[in-house]
């Protein structure tokens, strides 16, 4: 069955970086088009960066543009989003999924303290 397992989120202070890992299984990873979304305590979920299946072409919201880069190595069937300058408005769980929604993972959790 399909799965996706997010991994490289921690605490960092303001300004600081983290790079997230999201390693998928179960399907034909490069048919995928992928995204990053993350959803803050009390808010939706919304979609910070997605990545087109072969890698040629990204998205980002506009809170994120400049400060994230989303990347993929299909050979890995993993999807990365690195992010920098962070801000306290970034904490948030983060996941990976497809366009076409995927079975969610359990996130991983990004804290950004001051």
């Known amino acids: 069955q399909v799965q996706l397992v997010e991994s490289g989120g921690g605490l960092v202070q303001v300004g600081g970086s983290l790079r997230l890992s999201c390693a998928a299984s179960g399907l034909t990873f490069s048919r995928y088009d992928m995204g990053w979304y993350r959803q803050a305590p009390g808010a939706e979920r919304e979609l910070v960066a997605r990545?087109?299946?072969?890698?040629?072409?990204?998205y980002y919201a506009n809170s994120v543009k400049g400060r994230f880069t989303i990347s993929r190595d299909n050979a890995k069937y993993t999807v990365y989003l690195e992010m920098n300058s962070l801000k306290l408005e970034d904490t948030a769980i983060y996941y990976c999924n497809g366009i076409i929604p995927l079975p969610w993972g359990q996130g991983t959790q990004v804290t950004v303290s001051s």
């Open positions: 990545i087109t299946r072969s890698g040629d072409s990204t």
